[in-house]
């Protein structure tokens, strides 16, 4: 039981799941929520819109994969950035 509460320990021994979000993941939002409301019939504005989403949830989860605090936001970086890639490819098919 324990083993697996160190999976989610940063270096205080403090247990963390969330943390308050950083530029790139504040970023992302903003950019994803334009595209979705935004740029429905402007394929320019769309493109350039998931574009700039794609570059900050990919800085974001790099982020987390590089300096995560425990692995818990490692494996989540690594999670994030798998899905982030595989849209990307999904969508341009």
Known sequence: MYKFLDFFKDKQNRIVLFQMPNGPL?????????DFF????????????????FGFIFTWAWLEITSGVNYFRR?????????????????RI
Not at 75 to 91: E, H, K, P, Q, R
């Open 26 to 34: 504040i970023f992302w939002f903003i950019f994803a929520a334009l």
């Open 38 to 53: 935004w740029s429905d019939n402007q394929p320019r504005i769309h493109h350039l819109l998931q574009m700039l989403s």
């Open 75 to 91: 494996t989540l970086g690594l999670l994030v950035l798998i899905i982030a890639v595989f849209f990307s490819f999904y969508n």
